[in-house]
């Protein structure tokens, strides 16, 4: 199964910014379309963000994080980023990186994890002042 190794989480105040790293492990993920996702206590999961394979000029974002997060890739470091600016309590949740579907296949939606998704340990994000 494709494994991802999330970091880069911590605790933040209102309006602080983060980057979020996942790497993957024990192979390359230039080939594959990459999704961030979220999930707090009590919530379902939820897709925050995706960016397309190879070059990565495909994006998606969920309408809550749009203008304050940004995906993007560097395959020289088999890592996909997720900075996020302009936190809000409201994202305070363990974040988690997968494969997901291509893009340009997406209808209606954000992301779409590829199955079967072995998530990872995920990253904690508290925003919190």
């Known amino acids: 199964q494709l494994q991802f190794v999330e970091s880069g989480g911590g605790l933040v105040q209102p309006g602080g910014s983060l980057r979020l790293s996942c790497v993957a492990s024990?192979?390359?993920?230039?080939?594959?379309?990459i999704g961030w996702f979220r999930q707090a206590p009590g919530k379902e999961r939820e897709d925050v963000s995706c960016?397309?394979?190879?070059?990565?000029?495909?994006?998606n974002y969920a309408d809550s994080v749009k203008g304050r997060f940004t995906i993007s890739r560097d395959n020289a470091k088999n890592t996909v980023y997720l900075q996020m600016n302009n936190l809000k309590p409201e994202d305070t949740s363990t974040y988690y990186c997968?494969?997901?579907?291509?893009?340009?296949?997406?209808?209606?939606?954000?992301?779409?994890?590829?199955?079967?998704?072995?998530w990872g340990q995920g990253t904690q994000v508290t925003v919190s002042s």
């Open positions: 024990g192979f390359s993920l230039t080939y594959y379309a």
């Open positions: 960016i397309g394979s190879s070059d990565g000029i495909e994006t």
């Open positions: 997968a494969a997901v579907r291509p893009i340009n296949l997406i209808v209606g939606g954000v992301c779409v994890p590829l199955q079967p998704t072995d």
